[in-house]
Nanobody, 121 residues
Framework: QVQLQESGGGSVQAGGSMRLSCTAS????????MAWFRRAPGKERERVAV????????RYEDSVKGRFTISQDLPKNTLYLQMNSLKPEDTAMYYC??????????????WGQGTQVTVSS
């Protein structure tokens, strides 16, 4: 069982930046993959970015490419999402997730409680 706790959400104006953190209860280097998802009001949950733990491999949804960066700090068991050039359409609840392999395609097994990001125009 992996417990995940997000932090770092809040409110920001369009064009601003924010960094989300997700701390895991276990060593993340051996998990497999970790990801950020988001759910905007009235919309389906969508995948944002994925990282393969212990490797530099990452993948991003087209809507955030060039603006968001996913990264990991193995000694701190922490996943990050650096978000730059934020847009109002980035407003959502952001969730951290982890799984041995099903982060990009499939349903990750472990989820955090989420942190709210609100971008005002």
């Amino acid at each position: 069982q992996v417990q995940l706790q997000e932090s770092g959400g809040g409110s920001v104006q369009a064009g601003g930046s924010m960094r989300l953190s997700c701390t895991a209860s276990t060593y993340i280097g051996n998990i497999g993959c970790m990801a950020w998802f988001r759910r905007a009001p009235g919309k389906e949950r969508e995948r944002v970015a994925v990282i393969y733990t212990g490797s530099p491999d990452t993948r991003y949804e087209d809507s955030v490419k060039g603006r968001f960066t996913i990264s990991q700090d193995l000694p701190k068991n922490t996943l990050y999402l650096q978000m730059n050039s934020l847009k109002p359409e980035d407003t959502a609840m952001y969730y951290c997730a982890a799984d041995p392999g099903a982060c990009w395609n499939g349903q990750p097994r472990f989820w955090g409680q989420g942190t709210q990001v609100t971008v005002s125009s």
